[in-house]
Every structure is written in structure tokens, then in C-alpha cells.
């Protein structure tokens, strides 16, 4: 079955890194645009940076940019989200999302927790 799982979630201080995993399982990966979403208590959830099915474009949320970098390895299965500078506010449940805009079907993955904090 299809299965997107995160991990490399933690707690960080301001000014730390953390770099975030996802890996598929299930579905044909290399057809997938990836997309990494986050959902801080209380808030909306939110599009933090996407990446295309060969890996060579990207895009960030304003509140992001320069400071997270998405990758994938699609001989893998797998997605990144490389996070430095980390700040209190980027606090939140990090989710990655497969999208197939051929066949309009998604998948989400269950989240990996991300605290930012002295």
C-alpha cells in the first residue's frame, strides 16, 4: 500500500538545523511532484517548499526561503527538507505530500514533529 513516512523531526534550538526525511513506498515516486507542509498548534496547515519529479525545480514559501533547501533522491524514494536557521516559529507537524498532476491523486504522510526552543 502506499506509504509516505517522515522522520528526522526533533527539538532544536534557534540557529540549529534539522534535516527532515520522507520515504515512499507504493506508488511510482519519479512521477510524484514532493511537497513539505507544516502545521503549527492552533493554525492553519501550511505549503513550505515543493520540488519536481526530476528534482531540478523547486519553490518556497516566502518564510522559508534561503533558509530551507528540498531535495530528493529519486533512485530512493525519498524527499528532504534540510532546515537551518531554525527560529521558534517554524515550530510545527512537518508533512510531505506526493501529487500527481497526470492523475490528480495525492498522498500525505503522517507527520514528523519539529520544536524550536532554548
Known amino acids: 500500500q502506499v506509504q509516505l513516512v517522515e522522520s528526522g523531526g526533533g527539538l532544536a534550538q534557534p540557529g540549529g538545523s534539522l534535516r527532515l526525511s520522507c520515504a515512499a513506498s507504493?506508488?511510482?515516486?519519479?512521477?510524484?511532484?514532493m511537497r513539505w507542509f507544516r502545521q503549527a498548534p492552533g493554525k492553519e496547515r501550511e505549503f513550505v517548499a515543493s520540488?519536481?519529479?526530476?528534482?531540478?525545480?523547486?519553490y518556497y514559501a516566502d518564510s522559508v526561503q534561503g533558509r530551507f533547501t528540498i531535495s530528493r533522491d529519486n533512485a530512493k524514494n525519498s524527499v528532504y527538507l534540510q532546515m537551518n536557521s531554525l527560529q521558534p516559529e517554524d515550530t510545527a507537524v512537518y508533512y510531505c505530500?506526493?501529487?500527481?498532476?497526470?492523475?490528480?491523486?495525492?498522498?500525505w504522510g503522517q507527520g514528523t514533529q519539529v520544536t524550536v526552543s532554548s
Open positions: 520540488v519536481s519529479r526530476s528534482g531540478g525545480g523547486t
Open positions: 505530500k506526493a501529487e500527481s498532476t497526470m492523475t490528480g491523486l495525492e498522498y
Open positions: 507504493g506508488f511510482t515516486f519519479s512521477y510524484y511532484g
